[in-house]
């Protein structure tokens, strides 16, 4: 199944759009969340973010859609420094976020919420057929289109929210734990998805996920990110091999791996 | 004859409108025997959580408790009777801190007009406080106690929110997707903090998680729903081999041992 790739050109886009994070701070009060983190992702890039809870994965992503306001360092985007953009303007620009914990309007039905996704679109044709293509993809949703979001189970918000990201044309498509809630068979539907995306599309992934296994399949690189700094960066073979990183995100994974065989 | 179970459910059945979103649903949790209900997204697990809880009434059928029927029980009441549990998509006081959430917990346990303003007394050496900071150190959450929750990392609102039903000291523990957004260790670590809960309280848990390494570590049976119908149950381990759950659940497509077990 294809999304089908969506006509429209965004503004601000350059063809070829590179993330690039240098030195960036966040702080809550005196919590200093991010102590200077520099990352980028290359066009058509899959990249990783893996550490524990309460590292700072999810303050970098709200960071970088500029929903948390950073205390430092600047964050590039397609060629342009995009650090003092209000969220709008860089969801225009291609560069958009599925967030932690689906943040679906619960009060809207499923077809409402998708239709959200591409309010900043001028292109109503194309919207409407990739709402179509949503619905093939992810039957759940059709047979609920016109019901309130709300009577949607935990594993449904979530298929809305990532099919609601893709409503946005994004040509960076940021995920925070997009297999939070999802069942064994819906976590590899829904990164068969995200690996169609980025195949069909050339669609860029910078992916938080707590499925190491999961996301390490599918990157090209990967970050481990502690107290707010990275620790470590390398491809997934390079992370696998590590015996620290072994231990803390990988070691189970194995042991269900020798279990399942 | 066994004692009874501690949790049964008999020919249980709601209706959404038109929609049958639980239809028959008989099965047991007996005492001390940690319990998991797994299935697919929108199987209804989350709803048979609302049912033994009493957030929606049944429409047929019955739920004992400990033998005693509590189907008419209002929910509200239910606590009282020994269940507590956590939520899916958290429900946690955001402008309220850790400990303060934690305390929301104790109040079933005080009756009268005292008792219900004991937990709010400011005093910093209040018992009610003391025991709710311990309860949050024993789960590894002392860096959190302090500050407002919102903001907070997902999976930590969600260790704190099962540290609030403990506060209920429940004899029956809902678990919905305790696991949920921890990575591998941090999922291990919480695996030895429920084994260590119910062994040393008496705590029968009913777990509905996605983590099947997780469900299979824990418990030892497993009740299998999809479309709101039991369509299997039995030791953990015998339900990765049912082919019916193999195909509603854990998918039939190529490199399936890497999806099933991968959280």
Redesign the interface.
Known sequence: MQIETSSHKPSEMTAEASLEIHDLHVR?GR?HALRGISLNVAPGEVVAV?????AGK?SLLKALIGLQPTAGGRVRYGGADITDWPPSRRIRSGLVLVP???RIVTGLTVHENLQMGAFARADRRAVSAEIDAIFHRFP?LAARRNHAAG??????Q??LAIGRGLLAAPRLMMLD?PS??????????VFALLRDLHRERGLSLLLVE?????AL?LADRAYVLELGRVVVEGAPDQLRADPLLH???????E???N??? | MSEAPILMLDKVRKNFGGLAVVEDLSFSVRRNVCTGLIGPNGAGKTTVFNLITGVYPIDAGRILLDGADITRVPSRRRIHHGIARNFQNIRLMPHLSAIENVMVGQHCRNSGLFGNLQPVTLSPRNRWREEARAALVEAGLEDYARGAVRGLPYGVQKRIELVRALMAKPRLLLLDEPAAGLNSAETAALRELLARLCRQRGITLLVVEHDMHFVGALCDEVVVLNFGRKIAEGRPEAMRENALVKEAYFGLDSGQGQVCYAN
């Not at chain 1, 009577?151 to 449904?156: A, F, P």
């Not at chain 1, 939070?180 to 539907?189: D, F, M, N």
């Not at chain 1, 231990?247 to 994974?253: I, Q």
């Open positions: 809550y919590v893996l550490g524990a809870n309460g999810s932690e914990g689906r759940n009577v949607l189970s935990g594993g449904e979530q298929m734990e939070l809630g999802l069942s064994p068979r819906l976590t590899g539907e707590q499925n190491t296994h999961q399949a231990d803390a995100y990988l070691g189970s994974t042991r269900r791996r279990a399942a065989s």
